[in-house]
């Protein structure tokens, strides 16, 4: 067999013990709060039947999905015809699957397969990667975990705030303070098409005001006149576009728009909107916090892309860091119907997990003591210490130490510099002298000092660190 | 879009929360003995190239690997020639990537890419799934995790060692106590070829004999001769097959056929085969345990098939189980060599997750309390109970007690059944008389019982479950 230079598929990437370290205490933060709030863990199949995965994502989506070539002689089914006709007809024949594309479609599709063992309403928590075409590019990766929460089977708005209180528990945790958690309701935004006179634009009008930030309310008027809104329209939007004010006044604001004390409001839908996201206040302030404290900023204009939301939609932005929305969900009222099960209302979001490594990493923020993998390790001096310190490595395992024998008696700086490169933060120096006194030197290996303890004072002493 | 019936691929599995807490547990388990032992965890992509792949686990091997069909036009590349000539020709053609089929082939790519970064010897665990497109049937999936532990870079025997103590301490976490490590070392198996007067025939040897447990020695000894072994090599092995002792008695009965203590010995490797095996009992004895105690079994007859294996050979299984061996491994010399880094020998083993599940389920041996994930559920009657049990739920989780609200006032019969169904061991019940009295009745569903009790008192008594 030839020798060969390895590589990895681009857009996809190795993470080595520096990284896991820090990427697993993100997931076990995230974790930790999804169970404390009820939320159970699931896991579906990397491969998912392509009849699952088409016709879900659009048609650039289903171009991103990775397909897998049927095992076997897959040319049988295929004939020269076939393969004439070009690569889109061709890969239904010859892949019946792919990869997970998202965690959400494979959640729907378990809902509709287990939905007689399933209690609803069904609090699932979902940490898995997903696979992606995409070009990679800077922060865009092929190969990306997703970790989502849902909550399927229930229309009550208290999850809409129990997310809210559990973005606010996980950024707690990653001593993150300044960030701003958008919410906006779909049916407000509903509201706002119909009483600017623009009724069952709602898709287009989004499309558009979801690139406010990124491009200015000039040119989002601009693509409204484009898009075929009225002068009408688009001169009444903009007024809803410049708006600003605290919640009351965006409440009392929204509720002069759709006539809501008239007796021929503009908007009913967009009242309704308006209710539910002042039930969702209702339990915020029953948890005992003021939006302000839980950084939740009610944007009208906030209107996220995927089409399949239809009530509470949220967005998080960490704040003095150029990433861009580091969580993001919404409620959606028929997400199994495709898979025939009508009537599941669910509300869920997703954290990027990606982007908050990136945010922690960028604001100093990773907790040195979590990073710590070995807590101590023991320097050999010749093979018959090596065999001596066995014994030690035991005790200290048996206490529930982190720690390991360097596995050679090989020179001292040799595995000075292994217990370095590991950022290990203690070492214990055992030679044939150490042996008769029963007493070994204990090195803080940042601050350089030592001293000569027993195995039961290191122990003693490494236990309380 | 057409309503269909989904389902999931053969051969892969959806974990619904019952199996995941119970698969997690296992994870958990064996992750905190591989950190506690030193060992860092890695991660390494799904997709790999296909060159990394291709040739190294053998001709079926490399039809068992699933391919990623190229993104955009694959077409493009292709012929109708490259079409007739069959799919084995067409395949690399159209499909430049495949899923991971095992954990040991990354590993060593990862080495071989970062070797100027790694501090040696590196000490490496990992957990994810591979992908095998084998035929389905009970206990054998197409998807299934991995766990393997390995430390490459150093020669040392501790290592071998270390293996037997972590496999004695997962399983004693697991409360696994009746099993058997059996352990032997490829240098005695290349001894007993060159013993028995057919040298160079270890390979054969080895494949043939693994079969013993299964096809007893009379089928063995034929597939020899059928191998082309001569008649004397087979009755030299007969005795072999056939021995029974102590560790003691099994080092005294190679040491005679090795010609260990002759002036011209018949096997020096079968020799260092021995010095090696007895330094990793060494090791073993300066832990504290005789082979004994660690359930350690010297078995001159373990062969293992695969063919990197060069050192010393594990294999566990569980006894009063059909099932079959639950962890295994070896030392091999030369991992990273068909990737142009020769000489980095190493030592690594695999925990077969699937069955370790079986085996704790067939023994009822999974731990209640690990299992419960929400630990107390409120049942809200009305409405305006579920807004004070908002703050209920708060103080709980400030506890850290993982806990529920249900989310609508619902019949108390749907809530309680919600309750069971999720297994969750407590509920409170609040309505309008236990927000004017603050005094909450607290139900142990398992036992059927309740009392009244303030929320600091649920608090303090959950705490300490």
Redesign the interface.
Known sequence: ?A???????KG??????DK??RR?YIFNTIRSVF????F??????????L??LT?KYGDEGD??L????N?????ED?T?QD?DK??KH??PI????G?RYDLTVPFA??V???RN?I???F??YQIQ?V?R?DKPQKGRY??FYQCDAD?VG???L??E?EIV?MIN?VFGKFKLNDYDIKINNRKILTGITEAIGAEGRESDFCVAIDKLDKIGQEKVLNELRQKGFSDEAVDKTKPVLEFKGNLEETIAFLKELFGANSETPTSSTGIKGIEELEEVF??LS???HSPEELNVDFDITLARGLSYYTGAIFEVKVNNVEIGSVSGGGRYDNLT????LDGTSGVGFSFGVDRIYDVLEALDLFPVENLV??QV?IVQFDKQA???A??LV?KL?EA??????Y??ANKLKKQM??AN??NIPFVILVGSNEIESQRYALKNMAEGNQEELTIDEIIDKLSKQ
Chains 1, 2 share one sequence.
């Open positions: 067999m020798k060969q230079k390895p590589s990895i598929p996809t990437r190795d993470f080595g013990p896991m370290v697993n169970e404390k709030f009820g159970l863990p699931l896991e579906t199949p990397t491969m998912e039947n009849s699952v016709g171009q991103l990775f397909k897998i070539l095992s076997g002689d897959f040319t295929a020269h393969f070009g690569h061709l890969t010859i892949a019946k699957k990869l599709r378990y509709v397969m287990n063992d209690a609803f309403p609090k699932r990667p696979w075409a092929r190969e909550v229930t229309n009550s208290l999850c705030a209180m528990e209702n339990y029953a948890y005992g119907g495709v898979f025939g993998s070995t390790m090596g065999l001596h066995v014994g035991k395992r529930e130490i982190k720690s390991e024998l596995p050679e510099t292994y490169k590991k």
